[in-house]
């Protein structure tokens, strides 16, 4: 039986996705046990039929030099022959020491799975892959702090730990692939799951940390209810009373996987790559009041159940890059050498793009400029380069046409626009027919029915929206 097999058959018998983490520090064992090793056997004892697997992090064993490797190997001798070892080692090196380290891991210590970091690439990793009836589970997103400073960069809209995903899934092949993912970014979880249907994901960072359990299984679980493994270390260790901690942590993981799963099953099915985004955005509008349904008096004097007002995501950075990762993917298939944003609204976004994907910024002004160089179009450039043309939202499509011009004047190639918002009133079909091809992150509908099914806003107030969107698309 391989690690994946024996992990399943753990979870069924002890109806259990409680990982318990085994972190021995001394100065926190209590002073009842008299080494290190009849601690972790404490642990094991209280915690056996409740814990899917153990996982011990070897850092807290080398530390304590001979005495500590001893006590990792008594301890894991106390652990039943159908509970699987993850041995948290986060091990990555070339391929010579790699394949050292593979041995140490697997043959010699008898661990079951490893944590694997995969900055050194795919030579790193499969000296552990290697191993058929192992497992191998890749950090990705990690929960500490300062994660994002490397794990978020991007490249093309990429993020490095969406990338991650992917390798890490190109390198298992056939077989099955764990990631290392933190409980503090549930959102980063609901991506990679729509990537990576079929991995398991191991997972710390709940309470202390401040990771929370519905969210996790939420955007985690997979349809048949596995595929998410729950870390908890010192939450559990040294608790008052380990059994307790362990008893009440796993109830409330069944009670939310419980609750998730009769959610899944009255959509029956888990949601795509874009259903994601369009509720994560939505979401976020909403809650920014860039949307707001009710009643508006618009510009023209006529009236309006929905209104959009997208000049306030520079008060809100983190809703900012959210959005500019959605016009990120609008722009991984397009071939283009700059974006051109639209001056005022979509401006801020154009530089959050910009900043995001390192595509070089330029935008027509809507007024030459009387004095200086006379510019009317802002930013580097040159006659006969693709640029694709930025805006917030596209309603009529005139005022595309109109920013179109001086950069058609100056020789630019624009045959896309990009907007997050598509109006559905007409502008999409306009625009098409001139020639030029529109990208709309969502569209009105869109948008009021991920609120609708988010319970955000009522039905009433949807069912105007698109009554709304057909009246005035008839005008």
């Known amino acids: 039986m391989n690690f994946w097999r024996k992990l399943e058959a753990s979870i069924a018998k002890r109806d259990s996705l409680l990982c318990v983490g085994l972190d021995p520090v001394p100065a926190l064992v209590p002073d009842k046990y008299s080494s290190i090793a009849e601690f972790g056997k404490a642990i094991v004892e209280a915690t056996r039929d409740l814990a899917c697997c153990f996982k011990p992090n070897i850092a807290f064993y080398e530390a304590l030099g001979e005495e500590g490797m001893a006590a ?120 990679i799951r729509v990537q990576a249907r079929n991995a398991w994901f191991l997972i710390p960072g709940i309470g202390s940390q401040g990771g929370e359990l519905a969210p996790v299984l939420q955007s985690g679980l997979r349809a048949d209810g596995l595929g998410v493994i729950i870390n908890a270390s010192r939450s559990i260790i040294y608790a008052a009373n380990p059994r307790e901690a362990a008893l009440k942590l796993r109830a409330e993981i069944n009670a939310q996987r419980g609750q998730v799963l009769a959610a899944m099953g009255k959509t029956s099915h888990h949601p795509t790559a874009r259903e994601v985004e369009i509720d994560r955005l939505s979401r976020g509008l909403y809650e920014a009041k860039c949307v707001q349904l009710g009643d508006f008096t618009l510009h023209s004097g006529a009236h309006s159940p929905i209104y959009i007002d997208l000049r306030l995501l520079v008060s809100f950075p983190g ?99 990009i907007v997050l918002i598509d109006r559905q009133q007409g502008g999409t079909e306009d625009l098409t027919r001139q020639g030029y091809r529109v990208h709309a992150a969502l569209t009105l509908v869109d948008l009021v029915d991920s609120l609708e099914r988010q319970d955000l806003v009522a039905s009433a107030d949807v069912a105007r929206v698109r009554t709304y969107i057909e009246t005035t698309k008839t005008r």
């Open 319 to 417: 809703l900012l890059v959210q959005v500019a990762r959605a016009y990120a993917r609008l722009l991984e298939p397009l071939q283009y050498d700059r974006i051109a944003a639209i001056p005022y609204a979509a401006l801020p976004i154009g530089a959050a793009v910009a900043l995001y994907t390192g595509a070089p910024l330029i935008y027509p002004r809507r007024e030459v400029k009387a004095y200086g160089t006379q510019r009317q179009i802002e930013g580097l450039y040159a006659s006969g380069e693709r640029a694709v043309l930025l805006d917030d939202l596209v309603t009529s499509g005139a005022s595309k046409v109109t920013a179109l011009q001086p950069l058609l004047a100056e020789g630019l190639i624009v045959e896309d626009i």
């Open 72 to 191: 990792l190997k008594a301890t894991l001798a106390c652990i039943p022959e159908d509970i699987p070892v993850i041995l948290d080692a986060k091990r990555g090196d070339i391929a010579s020491t790699a394949e050292a380290y593979a041995r140490a891991v697997f043959d010699n210590i008898g661990a079951d799975a490893v944590t694997i970091n995969p900055y050194l690439g795919s030579d790193g990793v499969q000296p552990f892959l290697a191993a058929p009836d192992k497992g191998v589970f890749v950090l990705c997103k990690t929960s500490n702090p300062s994660a994002g400073e490397v794990q978020d960069w991007t490249q093309g809209g990429i993020p490095l730990y969406r990338h991650i995903a992917d390798l890490a899934c190109e390198w298992s092949g056939e077989r099955e692939i764990g990631l290392v993912i933190g409980a503090t970014y549930p959102e980063a979880l609901a991506d």
